[in-house]
């Protein structure tokens, strides 16, 4: 983590006028590191793909650890109330996206099954174990 005493500059240049002129310069040092953007050439285009990447991996690892703490693993869960629950997740985290209970596939092993809840067949998702999940 940087401290106000590791402020960068290039020659004559301060960090905050280096700042000024290109916010992105602050966000990849901070987040990739002063060796992943030399890696990247200092090319705009490859650190703004990285600090995609960054911020994908940082979002699902967010929605995994929401689903681990509100939803049973290795039980059956009827897929309307997955999906109620990960809708709530989504706009938690500000996600402009529809909820689907299958959408539980990106990050867990999963398996399909039906149960008769209340003497009818309800579509339930069973969540077996969370996928392997790496944060650079």
Not at 26 to 32: G, I, V
Not at 46 to 57: F, G, N, S, V
Not at 117 to 134: F, P, V
Request: glycine share 2%.
């Amino acid at each position: 983590m940087r401290t106000a005493s590791d402020k960068f500059s290039l020659g004559c240049f301060t960090e905050d006028l280096i700042v000024r002129r290109n916010p992105l310069v602050r966000e990849s040092y901070e987040k990739l590191g002063a060796e992943r953007v030399r890696e990247l050439n200092y090319n705009q285009t490859q650190i703004k793909r990285e600090l995609l990447k960054y911020e994908k991996a940082e979002q699902a690892y967010k929605i995994v650890q929401r689903i681990k703490n509100d939803l049973p693993q290795q039980t059956a869960v009827p897929a309307k109330i997955i999906k109620a629950k990960l809708q709530r997740i989504y706009d938690d985290l500000e996600i402009a996206q529809t909820a689907k209970a299958t959408d539980l596939a990106k990050w867990f092993d999963i398996q399909p099954c039906y149960r008769n809840i209340d003497g009818k067949n309800t579509a339930c998702i069973m969540i077996i174990r969370a996928r392997l999940m790496r944060i650079n």
